[in-house]
């Protein structure tokens, strides 16, 4: 049996979309191949070792819980994460972190995970960190001279100094509508469409609240297309599937409390060329950042033109049985408890490379 950590929550404005994936991957997952073993991240940061109902995972019940079985029994219970090369091992042969965000999608657990020798599903350290920042990911893919969309790149110290200033350059730059977003975030939390000067000003500060990296982006009238790669040197794309959002853009409301207003097409009705290219640019950007194991390509196919850019790369996708990622690998013919353990191999594989 593998002991198969399922890392879930964390610190980050995605908490809760974490909560939702972990539980749809701890029950699909073979318990007679795996034995999962639930850690939770607190908002705070926390890690508690969490072994009661799975039901108390998705809202928020487990923290109390695990908090209480910690208080009663440390021995059992106590995770370090510090020192994690032997309190890690000792409770997990694997890692699967089923997190989105900062803390958890960008680099860092990724590079706990290889200081304390702990095979992982998904990208690395690399890979994790350069698809998380927005403004880097485009300059890597603009490099490539893979279709991006007009951008510019800004520091809240440059704001900072010169505030006007800025603005100036942006609106000589970009044609409102703008989209301001915090380059390290996801969930289009902290993300903005402004449509003049006053609302540029308000969706800067918005963004700089999430981080001090921002990009800034001409507002296409465009399709949401995206795809799904799996695999580690040789890597695949799935079917293409498209988001129909509920509002105006595919904002955090619209992705998560709409109703499922918003919705998934898949395949996306889209001639045979442009699904060829999307899949081809996304296999290639994948490569481009040094990603493994899985993750989502997003696209914007551009009314009118058809158009296709390269919008963004999700290291750890929305995981639940009805997210995108899934199901265009259903679609590809792999189902969603199937596609988890390849993932489960997937990271094998690159630990014994590494070696
Ligand atoms: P996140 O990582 O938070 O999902 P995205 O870059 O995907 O960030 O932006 C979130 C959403 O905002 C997109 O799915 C899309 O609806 C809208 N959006 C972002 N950038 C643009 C753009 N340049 N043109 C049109 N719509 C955009
Ligand atoms: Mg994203
Ligand atoms: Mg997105």
């Known amino acids: 049996m593998i002991r198969l950590g399922v890392i879930f929550g964390g610190r980050s404005g995605e908490h809760e979309i974490s909560l939702m994936s972990a539980t749809s ?15 939770g991240i607190t908002r705070e940061g ?8 799975v039901e108390h995972i998705e809202d928020g019940g487990w923290q109390k819980l695990a908090e209480e079985a910690l208080a009663t029994d440390p021995e059992k219970y106590g995770i370090t994460v510090l020192g994690a090369q032997k309190s890690l091992k000792d409770w ?4 699967l972190p089923v997190l989105h965000g900062p803390y958890g999608e960008d680099g860092t657990i990724q590079g706990l995970f290889e200081m304390a020798d702990i095979p992982y599903g998904g990208c690395g350290v690399l890979g994790s ?8 990911a485009k300059e890597v893919f603009a490099k490539k001279e893979l279709p991006i969309c007009r951008h510019l790149s800004l520091y809240k110290e440059e704001l900072d100094e010169n505030f006007d200033r800025v603005i100036g350059r942006v609106e000589k730059y970009l044609p409102y509508p703008i989209f ?6 996801g969930s289009s939390v902290g993300i903005s469409k ?5 609302e540029l000003t308000a969706a800067l500060e918005l963004a700089m609240k999430y981080d001090r990296r921002l990009i800034l982006e001409e507002g296409l009238d465009c399709r949401e297309i995206e795809t799904g790669v799996l695999g580690n040197y040789r890597p695949e794309a799935a079917a293409v599937g498209e988001i129909l959002p509920s509002a105006e853009f595919y904002s955090y409301e619209a992705k998560y409390f709409d109703g499922g207003m918003s919705k998934i097409c898949i395949p996306a009705d889209l001639p045979d060329e442009v699904t060829k290219e999307v899949r081809e640019i996304a296999v290639e950007a994948y490569r481009l950042l040094d990603c493994c194991g899985f993750a989502r390509v997003d696209f914007f196919l551009e009314r009118g033109t ?5 919008n963004e790369i999700n290291t750890i996708p929305g995981f639940t049985k009805y997210s995108m990622f899934p199901l265009l690998w259903a679609e590809k013919g792999l189902p969603y408890p199937e596609l988890i353990e390849k993932i489960i191999q997937l990271g094998f594989e690159r630990y014994e490379d590494r070696k």
């Open 25 to 39: 991957v701890i029950k699909a997952i073979d318990k007679n191949k795996f034995l999962p073993v639930f850690i």
């Open 46 to 53: 926390k890690w508690l070792l969490y072994d009661g109902p």
């Open 92 to 95: 997990i042969d694997f890692a």
């Open 129 to 136: 960190a350069a698809a998380m920042d927005k403004s880097l």
């Open 180 to 185: 301001v977003k915090p380059a390290n975030m």
């Open 194 to 198: 402004a449509k003049n000067r006053e």
């Open 306 to 310: 058809n158009k296709v850019y390269i």
